[in-house]
């Protein structure tokens, strides 16, 4: 006979459990630089070796056995995003203290998508998301306290989705519901597809979707001025300008848009302009960030994961905006759509009380405030930014080894800790295609390299550019150093006649 249901959560077998598992998680981490950072396998590598079926019953000591072939077939399978020499796309950001969050919050298992089904769980994630947005320096407006407000989300593109939706109803609310077919949303070639998917989703017509060409010679920025002529273009063709997605550190490169000149041209025209800084909106922890996002009193609505370089391990978006209340008119489930303020701070400070399912897509949510709010508490803000600091210096490291080779050109300004570079064409008859096949095959030979780093590559502007994005928690200068090497003595295998 099985045991009854309460066994599985049985106090004594959890605290067992428990101490198998976090040794085992911290004999990884001893253990992480150890592994190849990325496998080199074919495509059903595990499923050969597994079962067809789950087991009906369990074998004996199931949870040991379990961690065997988690150690012996899964680790031997994966990408180790918490290696040290893990360069590609962002980092994960992980600590011990992220990673405890998630237990805690796992173990804890509430369901709060209204304040009611778990009064603390909502009330945490209203402060936490004030904690944070006054540690990045956001304009007071987007915070709960400035009349703005914020949630946690799993991710950017949920967060994208949301707003998109909450500025579409805003603006079809005022000019009428048939004309969904006229609204134009604008971007630059370096934004995300998170944007051109939430864009679709939506239901904005796939031809209505601009896509304005970055500025290529130094920034990779989109430029006002492309905009403005786009905009223009279509208020005069009888279509209605409704969105803008600006970025504060694209993907391919960590390009910064003019926030306070896009808003210039997007702002007097009821656009409504979210800002996507998953990335690098956690070095605006650092003061000497902050002059790249000048002029973001105007923006509606700002999106950044802490999950990618604050230390508050996967998935942890934060997306704050000036009027949540556009956001529940498009995603509330109850007919009185009204944000309730029904309590008041010692200070006088309304506390919103909060329905955070008429924020977001689903109704069941995770606690992710207690993940941030352990973080934020246990490394407190100056932990923070010296991580984040700590991080650029390595990668201003690196960017110094790649100025020195004669060789290599960094291809796009560094601004955060990410470095972009590739092999010079090595003689002016080297035709662009040549020289991006010759990247290429830099690129694949380091990443073959079972000791070497792992890194990743974009196009950006016709250009293949190799990425080398540090940020993993345990990276030091030492690895970027190796990196380095390795990638040069490939270079020089690539380069021999
Ligand atoms: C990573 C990234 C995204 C997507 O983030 P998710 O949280 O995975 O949805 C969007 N925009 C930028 C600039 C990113 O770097």
Redesign the pocket.
Known sequence: MSPPPAQLLDSDEFRRQGHQVIDFIAEYYSRIAEYPVHPDLVPGFLSRRLPQNAPSRPEPDPLSAALNDVRDLILPGITHWQSPRHFA??PASSSTVGALGEALAAGINVVPFTWAASPAATELEVVVVDWLGKALQLPKSLLFEGGGGGTLL???????LCVLVAARDRKLAEIGEGRIGDLVVYCSDQ??F??RKAARIAGIRKDNCRVIPAQREDTFALPPAGLEDAVQADVEAGLVPVFLCT?V???PTTAVDPIRELCAVASPRGVWVHV?????GSALICPEFRHLVEGMEAVDSLSM?P??WLLANN?C?ALWLKQPSALVAALGTDDDVILKDAAARDDGVPVPVVDYKDWQISLTRRFRALKLWLVLRCYGTDGLRDAVRAHVRIAAAFEDMVCADARFEVVAPRLFALVCFRLRPPSIATSPLEANNLNERLLAAVNATREGPYMSCAVVGGVYVLRCAVGSTLTEECHVREAWKVVQDHATLILAP
């Open positions: 796309h962002f799993g991710t950017s593109c949920e967060a994208i934004t995300h998170a944007f970025s550190g694209t993907t996507d800084a998953a990335y690098a994961n999950h990618k998935d978006c």
